[in-house]
C-alpha cells in the first residue's frame, strides 16, 4: 500500500466512523438529555429517529451525487454539514432544535458513507481493494460496537452535549488528509440528475422507513403510519418504473443483472436483519433481565470489538486471495452458532460462562463475512458506479435492520424474558443461516463474476 493509498483509506474510515458512531453512541445519552431539555419519551425518540430516517432516506441520492460530481468533493461538504449539525446538536437549548439538528446530521452523514467506499474502490484493485475494505471495515465496525461504551463514559463523566461536539475532532483530521489528495478530473460530460428519481427515492425509501419506527409507538392502526408506509411504498414502485425509463437514472436497474450485486444484496438483507434484532435483543436483555448496568452492557460488547479490529482486514486480505464465497457462507454459519449458545442464557446472565462465549463465537462469524461481503457486491460493479453500489447496499442494510427491529415484538413478546430472549437469540440464528446459504448458492468468486 502506497503512502497516497494509506491516506485515501484513512478518509475513508473517519469519514463512516463518525457517521457510525453517531448512530449508536446516542443511546446512553438520552435520559440525560431527556433530563436538561425535557421532550419526554416521544422526544428521545424523534432524537434518534431523526437521525436514522434522514440518513437512510437521502442515501441514494447522496450515492448518484458522489459518481456524478466526485468523491473528494462529496465527502468535503458532508464533513462540513456534520460538523456543524454536530455543533447546533452540542448548543441546542430546545428538545426541537437538537431533534432538527439530528436530522441535518443525517443527510451530511449519507454524503459520507457512499462516497468512503467508493474512493476505496476507485483507487484498490484485486486483492490490495478486499484487504483494504477489510480495514475499513475493522475500524467502522468498532463505531457500532464501542459507540454505546463512548456515550457512557462522556456523559457520566462530563457531558451529554460532548457525545456531539467530539466530532470536531476526526472531522478536523478527516478535513487535512482530505486536502492532500488529488482533485478527480471533471468529467467529460455534464453530470444529469436525475430529480424525479430522487425525489420518489427520497419518499419511497424515507415514507417507509418513518412507518416502521413509529409503529412501536403510534401503532399499525394509526392512519399516520399507514398512510406514510402506503404512500412510501407507491413512491417506491414509481422510483422503480422511473429508473427503468429514465435517460440517465438515479440507480441504473442494470446493477441487479450483475450476479454478486444482487445476490449480495439479498445476503446483506438476511445478514443485518439478524445483527440488527440479536444486538437488540441482546443490549436490552442485559440491562432489563440480567440487571448490567449500561457501562457494563457496552463493556460486554468489547471482545467483538477486538476481534473485529484484529480480524477483519485479515479475512479482507483472505477474500481477495481465495474469492468471498466461502467465507461469505461459512461466517454467518459460525454467527449463528453464537446465537445459539447465546440461546441457552439464563436470567443472571453470568458473563465469562454464560454471555461470552456465544459473543465471541458470533463475533468470529460476522468479522468471517462482512468484508468479503462488501467486496463481493462492490467488486462486482465499474468503479464509476461505486457510489450508488454502496449507496444501495447501504440502504438495504439498514431497512432490514429496522424490520428486523420492528418486528422484534412479535417475537420476544409483550415484556422481554428468559424464553422471549431465547426465541430472539433462535430467530437471529436461522437469518444467519438464510444468509449463509443464500451467499453459498448465489456468490461466484471473483474470477467467474462480470462487471457492468
Known sequence: MSSYQRRILTVAVLSSFIVFLDGTVINVALPAISRELGGGLAGQQWVVDAY????????????????AFGRRRVIFWGLIGFGAASVLCA?????????????????????LVPSSLAIIVANFDGP???KAIGRWTAWTSTAFLAGPLLG??????????????????????????LRRLDLEPPRAVKPVIDYRGAVLGI?????????????????????????ALALGLASFGLFLWNEAVASHPMLPLSLFRVRNFWVGNVATAFIYAALSLGGFALTLFLQQVAGYSA???????????????????????????????????AGPIVGAVGYLLLSQVTAEANYVSQVLPGTVVFSLGLVMTVAPLTAA?????????????????????????LVATAAAALIIGDALTVEGFSRAALATSALLVVGGIVSLVGIQNAKRSQRT
Open 91 to 111: 448548543v441546542s437549548v430546545t428538545d426541537a432544535m437538537l431533534i432538527v439538528s439530528r436530522g441535518i446530521q443525517g443527510i451530511a452523514g449519507a454524503l
Open 203 to 227: 419518499l419511497g425509501i424515507g415514507l417507509p422507513v418513518f412507518a416502521l419506527i413509529e409503529h412501536g409507538r403510534l401503532g399499525w392502526s394509526n392512519p399516520i403510519v399507514w398512510g
Open 295 to 329: 457501562t457494563q452492557a457496552g463493556l460486554a460488547s468489547l471482545p467483538s470489538t477486538v476481534i473485529s479490529i484484529s480480524l477483519a482486514s485479515l479475512f479482507g486480505t483472505l477474500a481477495g486471495r481465495y474469492g468471498s464465497r466461502w467465507f461469505m457462507a
Open 52 to 67: 436514522l430516517i434522514s440518513l437512510t432516506a437521502v442515501i441514494l441520492l447522496a450515492g448518484s451525487l458522489s459518481d
Open 128 to 130: 490490495a481493494r478486499a
Open 152 to 177: 457512557g463514559v462522556l456523559v457520566d463523566l462530563v457531558s451529554w452535549r460532548l457525545v456531539f461536539a467530539i466530532n470536531v475532532i476526526p472531522i478536523a483530521v478527516t478535513l487535512l488528509a
Open 377 to 401: 457486491v462492490l467488486g462486482s460493479i465499474d468503479p464509476e458506479r461505486a457510489g450508488i453500489a454502496s449507496a444501495t447496499n447501504n440502504a438495504v442494510s439498514r431497512v432490514a435492520g
